[in-house]
């Protein structure tokens, strides 16, 4: 498990609490003192009820239990753990260097991939947002997250063979973690390529940025065993395997469009285990809700004290 925080900067509050213990102690310190004026003891503790010193430390903890929780829930604390899930938000990131025109796949390896992909479209939940990312040397946002199946299977069908040159697999990964950020859900890259890195950001320091913000990639190398170019080196099958691995997603190397077409929808039937999001924020502030109340209520009665 491991735990996050939307907006970290309100966590300085919590320096708060040791100073305001201290200051608690004090002036109930300062209240004795001032309560040695009275003289009739006995009289003064049937008034109050008799209130013990452990009653000031209870009145305390729950106070200060309410202020942490204030605390951690405006700066948007979030618990992540492992495990599978389908109700998840993607990333389609589709390789669209010129390599891909290449016609192992029918008709290219390019339109079986988005032929793929808009049949993956069609069969995740209603509820999961999609976004479509195509690359080469460099990475082009065609349609940030939604919800509208028709405006990511357009988006892909758009998607064209780029003329630059080069691929650039840790830009796309980063990209790819962008446009997922803000995501409320389990959050998912599928990472289709028929190539390997070989120009821009180095693939580790794009694993470690996707791991950072829970981001699990799945990676699919397709290409034909019979390469005929010579430019052509293929996918880079250890490469997508480490990126998968590291990131708890799955990889897989397809050879026919048949392949392609199984391996979407072996995603979408078994989920792959990733980080999945519980925000603490609503609970953590109904909580400190509750305490305050309890505070409130301890006060008015057996905790009462005399000012």
């Known amino acids: 498990m491991e735990i996050s925080f939307a907006n970290p900067i309100y966590l300085w509050a919590l320096i708060l609490v040791p100073l305001l213990i201290v200051l608690y102690f004090f002036s109930l310190k300062y209240s004795k003192t001032a309560a040695l004026k009275f003289a009739n003891f006995i009289a003064l503790s049937r008034v109050s009820g008799g209130v013990e010193e452990s009653s000031h430390i209870t009145l305390l903890v729950v106070r200060m239990f309410s202020l942490v929780c204030i605390i951690l829930s405006i700066s948007g604390m979030t618990l992540w753990y492992y495990g599978e899930t389908a109700n998840k938000n993607y990333v389609l990131a589709i390789d669209a260097s010129a390599s891909m025109m290449s016609k192992d796949f029918s008709p290219t390896r390019l339109d079986s991939a988005k032929n793929a992909a808009i049949n993956f479209v069609n069969g995740i939940p209603i509820n999961s947002q999609v976004a479509v990312l195509s690359f080469s040397g460099t990475s082009f946002v065609d349609q940030p997250l939604t919800m509208d199946k028709s405006i990511i299977k357009n988006a892909i069908k758009e998607i064209q063979a780029k003329t630059i040159g080069g691929t650039d697999l840790g830009n796309a990964i980063i990209t790819s973690s962008n446009l997922l950020i803000s995501s409320k859900k389990a959050k998912e890259i599928i990472l289709l390529t028929d190539g390997r890195s070989n ?66 929808e072996q995603i979408i039937k078994n989920p792959s285990t990733g980080k999945n999001p519980i925000e603490l924020s609503f609970i953590l502030l109904m909580v400190a809700l509750i305490l305050l109340l309890v505070d409130w209520t301890m006060g008015s009665t057996i905790y009462r004290r005399i000012i």
Do not use: P, R
């Not at 080196?233 to 077409?261: H, P, Q, R």
């Open 199 to 264: 120009i821009g950001v180095s693939e580790n320091t794009a694993i470690a940025y996707a791991i950072d913000n829970h981001i699990t990639i799945s990676t699919i190398g397709i290409g034909s065993q019979n390469i005929t170019d010579k430019f052509d080196l293929g996918a880079d099958e250890e490469a997508l395997k480490n990126i998968a691995g590291l990131t708890l997603g799955n990889s897989y190397i397809v050879k026919t469009s048949e392949d392609l077409n199984n391996v979407y």
